[in-house]
């Protein structure tokens, strides 16, 4: 993995599949799994691989009237 130095502060983001390609690379969450707790899921990303920089958007509704909380912790060897 190599990073882009831009001369502007910030930089592009770049596709991991294809480095010569400006823009995001989508990722499938093909299956996920409620824990016993009724709070934890755990998601199932076979596609992902490494980057400098990994963003997860998520669209979430609770029972409750609270927002949802995110605690992400990844456990895997790419």
């Known amino acids: 993995?190599?990073?882009s130095v831009e001369s502007q502060y910030g930089s592009?983001?770049?596709?991991i599949r294809d480095p010569k390609k400006n823009?995001?690379?989508?990722?499938?969450?093909?299956s996920t799994k409620l824990?016993?707790?009724?709070k934890t899921v755990?998601?199932?990303l076979p596609g992902l691989t490494r980057a400098m920089q990994f963003e997860l958007k998520f669209d979430?509704?609770?029972a409750e009237a609270n927002?949802?909380?995110?605690?992400?912790?990844?456990i895997n060897e790419l």
């Open 12 to 15: 592009k983001d770049w596709s």
């Open 35 to 38: 824990q016993p707790d009724g």
């Open 23 to 30: 823009g995001r690379d989508k990722v499938a969450i093909p």
């Open 42 to 44: 755990v998601l199932s």
């Open 67 to 74: 927002r949802p909380w995110l605690d992400s912790r990844f």
């Open 60 to 62: 979430l509704d609770a």
């Open 1 to 3: 993995m190599e990073l």
